[in-house]
């Protein structure tokens, strides 16, 4: 472990985390391998409201997607606990590209929208949950060590430059190419990169009993029974309804404005908002403890939430969705970190999946009613999603915060090499 730890008492940073014995082995296929997270929604998205006309209908499908991504993750974290990463990816990418392929050849066949909602499930349930097993190996590698939280803010800058690349991308292939390039961009991505990462054995995380035995933990223990754990689940909702209404609504603006081109890049600003300010929270150490500043970071994210359905203009729309970017990664990073210090070793990956599900849920309604506002009352009014899903999210982060206390076996991180100092917790 004191190749992880920082002995010079400086705070440690990107560089010496990429040091990290082992990690590129899983940092790189990684990298490929969740790209087509951000890509299926708005694949699916563009290519069912070009085969069926309504945003509606288009949200709809998506959403079936995130619904039961966020019903299926969990299970399949625990599995990959249970019996390792590998014996769960597999799998897994194998029938979401079967899936997703079902679902492209439906839609331009002009198949009925309930068969399309029935594709649309198991091309959700399938999504690889290769974030939360970096996580998990990030957290197997830097348990205890100043290094866990530079972990979490570089993985929420990897998500975020996902969300960059993955929107973009999918929706210039769609834009440009046809109509159904982009889901089928993400089929192929899904599987060759999961492919490579499933191959990296000797990162993988040791899993079962073995892991429980290790951490001195109960085996088997479920994340969802430890109520910190369903706190941050209700904040991942919110967060969820941010990704999800803007989407939609972004699609829906450019299109009602005759730009539809611009779609790509007011979400790339977004998103760009967000990775920023990731690099921020990794490179600076924060006095603040972690459940103030999930509380006062969420806060922010709200008000600037609040104000997207005001905007008429790209700039103005560009400039807020910038801001709301910006208020997103403090909120994901310190929830992610939070989270590490309520659960046992046992559980990681089910707990990261826990949260990455109530993001593809949240995103999986936001889409669905923004859908809906778009179509009955114009492109302005999805954005009411995202102000709505925030705010109850922080009212139930303000009246449940006092269960964010971490374990009483996490109150303590390293600091250097041998020594142990108490874990800031407000």
Sequence with gaps: MASTVNSSGKRPGYGQLL??????????????????????????????????????????????????????????????????????????VLVHAASVSLLVALALGGAPLWALFLAAVP????????????????????????????????????????????????????TGVHPAAGLIAEAGLTLVGGLFFAAQRATQPAH??????????????????????????????????????????????????????????????????????????????????????????YAGLTAAASLLWTAHSVVLLGALGLVVGLCIAPALITGYTIVETLIPASARTEAFTWLTGAVALGQAAAVTVAGRLADAHGASTGFLVPMAGTALALVTLLALRSRLRPREASRVAARGVGHRVPVTVD
């Design 208 to 297: 079962g009993a073995v892991a429980a035995a290790a951490h001195g933990d109960e085996p088997h223990r479920s994340a969802l029974s430890i109520p910190g754990v369903r706190v941050l689940i209700v904040a991942f909702l919110g967060i969820g309804s941010v990704f999800g209404g803007m989407q939609v609504s972004l699609t829906a603006f450019t299109e009602e404005i005759g730009n539809p081109g611009a779609n790509g890049v007011l979400y790339g600003v977004f998103a760009a908002g967000n990775m920023l300010a990731g690099i921020a929270m990794g490179a600076f150490a924060w006095k603040t403890g972690p459940r103030r500043r999930l509380i006062l970071g």
């Design 123 to 174: 091309a959700g349930a399938s999504v690889p949950q290769v974030g939360p097993m970096v996580r998990a190996r990030w957290a197997a590698k830097l348990d205890g060590t100043p290094l866990m939280q530079t972990s979490a803010a570089f993985e929420s800058v990897t998500d975020e430059f996902t969300f960059v690349v993955g929107p973009v991308l999918a929706t210039a292939l769609c």
């Design 19 to 92: 040091r990290t014995p082992g990690a590129l082995s899983f940092l790189i296929p990684g990298f490929a391998a969740r790209q087509p997270f951000a890509m299926l929604t708005i694949g699916i998205v563009l290519l069912v409201q070009h085969t069926t006309g309504s945003y509606g209908s288009a949200g709809a499908v998506a959403a079936a997607t995130g619904v039961s991504m966020a019903v299926f993750a969990p299970q399949s974290g625990k599995f990959a606990d249970r019996f390792g990463q590998r014996a769960v990816l597999i799998p897994g």
